[in-house]
């Protein structure tokens, strides 16, 4: 099943949701489909809600693959940061990998875990303020 978003009116909120099992093919397919979507504005904030993710089956080598695929995405859209949402212990795991992985490939692209819609709140409220200073 293919990785579905919706983008807030002003295209610089992309709300991401992954269902069922998530692999790299589909992830890759989700890069594509964002990079050639003109309705992303400059310093969109990408969430990732992994809460109807059951598992995820993809290999080390292949979220290595991802992190740098998304390296292009990120600078042909302009994406100021990613936040995973995260409720379970599986996705939060996978997601905090996916977090190093992506501070080793691009130490200026912000990546956020958090594990309840209350720290998601929180978090974009403070990126949002770093978008305003």
């Not at 080598?61 to 740098?68: A, G, H, P, V, Y």
């Not at 695929?69 to 100021?80: D, E």
């Not at 995973?84 to 996916?98: A, H, Q, W, Y």
């Amino acid at each position: 099943m293919p990785i579905e978003y919706e983008l807030s009116e002003n295209g610089r909120r992309i709300d991401a949701s992954p269902k069922g099992v998530l692999d790299a093919d589909q992830t890759m397919d989700y890069f594509k489909r964002l990079e050639i979507d003109s309705s992303i504005k400059p310093n969109a904030i990408e969430i990732v809600d992994f809460s109807e993710v059951t598992d995820f089956k993809m290999s080390y080598l292949e979220s290595q693959d991802i992190t740098r695929s998304y390296q292009k995405l990120k600078t042909v859209q302009s994406i100021q940061a990613t936040v995973f949402l995260c409720k379970s212990p599986v996705s939060f795991g996978i997601s905090r990998m996916f977090q190093a992985l992506h501070e080793i490939a691009n130490p200026k692209h912000k990546v956020f875990v958090v594990k309840t819609d209350a720290e998601l709140e929180e978090q974009l409220i403070k990126l949002q303020q770093d978008i305003q200073d």
